[in-house]
């Protein structure tokens, strides 16, 4: 079960709006509490953490929380750092600061002067998914505001509201195999930044971790999901090599003569430039002859299912463009096959890998 984190608000006032800026600017004491099983203790009263001039951060675990739409916000430390840690007998740690945050407000102007903005300060975790930290407001009345005038603007009310949100990287990232295999900068670009993504919260979540000599749960999640990712661009190597082969195979069925792999003839300077030069003609030669096979073969088809035109013959032209995309198209639709297969078996192995994990922690527990 997610850690629940409990989350309140004293607003001491709000100041400094900007219309031109759509900012606004809060005083307030934000206030956590959770629970922590290995913080219990055997006395009757509550621990009350000094931490003079550090953090709460550096003694226990707590929630990263932060203000998802904040342009600048900070924590006072007149005269010390204002914090205040109290840890309860049963585990149940409360963790109180007093902040000032400047956060975007988006204004709808069109109403002007008669117009009433919402200006919202949105609360998430950094690091952790919705399955190990959740953010819940600590009863009906979580957000107090103590001071509601203003020089400009009137404060009608305060509401307070949840969303959770699920970003699906490993599966976005199995739509790739859904991308036609000649974007190549649309499938390495989308494969690099979901892998990118991938890393970044896995190093995200183990920095604000103990260090420790064993694998946790979440590292073999993040090595899986990581895994997977990284297979997709595998795989499009694997696919343009199949292409690559396949076009050398079509080469050497035009033209016997033409040269399928790297191997340098003669000896010496002047072997090594002169078989290079036989081996470039020959491949020009070659390919010019794959062109013109090419070309008769598909104005023979146009014939054939045209014949009722007789200026069928006449009107099928190809250019060297349209020859060189009908052939790259015909060279990817036999290894479509891959993608195909990859679709089917990226899905289910890793939906598979959900299931056995959730499954296996669970009985653990």
Known sequence: EPVVVNVSYSVLGFRDIQEVDMTYMTDMYFRQEWQDSRLQHSLNCT???????????????????????????????????????????????????????????????????????????????????????????????????SDKKLSQFLVTRVETSETEAVYPIVMLAGFLFWVDPRATPARVALSLTTLLTTGTIWSSVNSRMPKVSYVKAID???????GFVFSTLLQYILLLTLKHQTHLRKLRKVSPEYPLSGKKMGQGNGGMNSSSSAKTDQALQAKQRMMQRYRSILIEQSEQNESKEESTATEVTLDPETLYYYKQKQEFRSILWLDKFSRVFYMFSYVLFLVLYWKMYKLDE
């Open 47 to 145: 621990l009350t953490f000094i931490t003079g001039t550090k953090k709460p951060v550096d003694f226990i675990w707590v929630p990263d929380a932060t203000f998802e739409n904040s342009v600048t916000s900070y924590v006072h430390d007149v005269l010390i750092g204002n914090h205040k840690v109290d840890i309860y007998p049963d585990g149940r740690v409360f963790w109180g600061v007093r902040a000032t945050a400047r956060a975007l407000c988006p204004m709808e102007l069109s109403s002007y002067p008669f117009d009433v903005q919402v200006c919202p300060l949105t609360l998430v975790s950094y690091n952790y998914p919705a399955n190990h930290v959740k953010y819940a407001w600590k009863g009906s009345s979580a957000v107090t505001v």
């Open 220 to 226: 073999i999640y993040f090595l899986v999901s990581f």
